[in-house]
């Protein structure tokens, strides 16, 4: 799966995990290797810090997105179920407000993922023993987030820093949907004596990641590969520049193969099913215990909001 070029288009869409970077950016050292020798070989390489490398942008993106999702989600579901009676209070309700408050979060924060993502590729860069990737136009050194903000801007002002949004929105607002019409759905069926289950919390907020992640994960790909590349004519790897979501879908397919859609994916699902599952049930938790309604309570005193 990592051979040749291919290795370094996969881990654009890896960026999350720094033991699935050195897997799929060290050529001699962790790309024969599986996910679990690789964070054995990674915990004896660079020691148990190396586990959080370049987890500081994450954090920072992560936690005015996650809370920005959760509390738009709230309000959006509010205000449909005040709006739109004849939607009825079903899982619709649940997609449309899962899908507007997963937009809501990306715009308010992309410019964070943005940064983190070139962080992430530069740290893949400096790893690359071969000199393919540092030829006159390779993408700059960034010393931290504000030198991206910095560097981006400087290349074309603010709309430079929303570069690859489209495929970003057109694969979150699925995704993000999906997975609360998944997760609530699947809690519907829960008998009401397990309704507290943290285990089935977990399991239904892994099957909502598992499947939101599938579907969408193309989409993912090509945000990737358009938040990297710069404003030359072609990326750093030749091919032609990415400028949209479908000619990014077709141009993807046409010069690596259909495959190189999912490349990786796997990979991704070791990091955002327990993701998704853990979030959930934080969210879920810290409702029970800050003493929030529930839904059906809060419906009847929601007119006046």
Request: aromatic share 10%.
């Given at each position: 799966?990592?051979?040749?070029?291919?290795?370094?288009?996969?881990?654009?869409?890896?960026?999350?995990?720094?033991?699935?970077?050195?897997?799929?950016?060290?050529?001699?050292e962790f790309r024969s290797l599986g996910v679990l020798k690789?964070?054995?070989?990674?915990?004896?390489?660079?020691?148990?810090?190396?586990?959080?490398?370049?987890?500081?942008?994450?954090?920072?993106?992560?936690?005015?997105?996650?809370?920005?999702?959760?509390?738009?989600?709230?309000?959006?579901?509010c205000w449909i179920l005040n709006n739109c009676p004849s939607?009825?209070?079903?899982?619709?309700?649940?997609?449309?407000?899962?899908?507007?408050?997963?937009?809501?979060?990306?715009?308010?924060?992309?410019?964070?993922?943005?940064?983190?993502?070139?962080?992430?590729?530069?740290?893949?860069?400096?790893?690359?023993?071969?000199?393919?990737?540092?030829?006159?136009?390779?993408?700059?050194?960034?010393?931290?987030?504000?030198?991206?903000?910095?560097?981006?801007?400087?290349?074309?002002?603010?709309?430079?820093?929303?570069?690859?949004?489209?495929?970003?929105?057109?694969?979150?607002?699925?995704?993000?949907?999906?997975?609360?019409?998944?997760?609530?759905?699947?809690?519907?069926?829960?008998?009401?004596?397990?309704?507290?289950?943290?285990?089935?919390?977990?399991?239904?907020?892994?099957?909502?990641?598992?499947?939101?992640?599938?579907?969408?994960?193309?989409?993912?790909?090509?945000?990737?590969?358009?938040?990297?590349?710069?404003?030359?004519?072609?990326?750093?790897?030749?091919?032609?520049?990415?400028?949209?979501?479908?000619?990014?879908?077709?141009?993807?397919?046409?010069?690596?193969?259909?495959?190189?859609?999912?490349?990786?994916?796997?990979?991704?699902?070791?990091?955002?099913?327990?993701?998704v599952a853990i979030g959930f049930t934080a969210y879920d938790?810290?409702?029970?215990?800050?003493?929030?309604?529930?839904?059906?309570?809060?419906?009847?005193?929601?007119?006046?909001?």
């Amino acid at each position: 799966m990592c051979r040749n070029f291919h290795f370094q288009r996969i881990c654009m869409s890896c960026f999350h995990c720094p033991c699935i970077h050195k897997m799929l950016t060290r050529t001699n050292e962790f790309r024969s290797l599986g996910v679990l020798k690789s964070l054995n070989k990674l915990r004896k390489h660079d020691g148990v810090l190396g586990f959080y490398k370049g987890n500081g942008a994450s954090v920072l993106r992560i936690v005015p997105y996650a809370a920005l999702h959760y509390m738009a989600y709230e309000r959006y579901r509010c205000w449909i179920l005040n709006n739109c009676p004849s939607l009825g209070t079903g899982p619709v309700v649940d997609l449309l407000a899962g899908s507007a408050s997963g937009g809501t979060a990306v715009l308010c924060t992309y410019p964070l993922d943005l940064a983190r993502t070139k962080l992430a590729f530069q740290v893949n860069n400096s790893d690359q023993p071969s000199s393919a990737l540092k030829r006159a136009n390779s993408p700059p050194t960034y010393g931290g987030i504000k030198d991206v903000f910095r560097g981006v801007y400087s290349e074309g002002g603010v709309r430079a820093l929303y570069r690859g949004v489209g495929p970003t929105l057109m694969g979150i607002l699925p995704y993000a949907g999906l997975k609360f019409y998944i997760y609530e759905g699947l809690k519907a069926h829960v008998p009401e004596n397990y309704k507290n289950s943290v285990t089935l919390k977990l399991s239904c907020g892994a099957a909502a990641g598992l499947f939101g992640q599938t579907l969408t994960y193309p989409l993912d790909v090509v945000r990737r590969q358009m938040q990297v590349q710069s404003h030359l004519q072609h990326d750093q790897f030749g091919g032609p520049r990415i400028t949209g979501t479908f000619q990014g879908l077709k141009i993807i397919k046409q010069t690596q193969g259909w495959r190189q859609l999912f490349a990786g994916l796997s990979l991704n699902y070791i990091k955002v099913v327990p993701s998704v599952a853990i979030g959930f049930t934080a969210y879920d938790t810290m409702k029970h215990l800050l003493k929030i309604p529930p839904r059906e309570n809060k419906k009847s005193g929601d007119g006046s909001n």
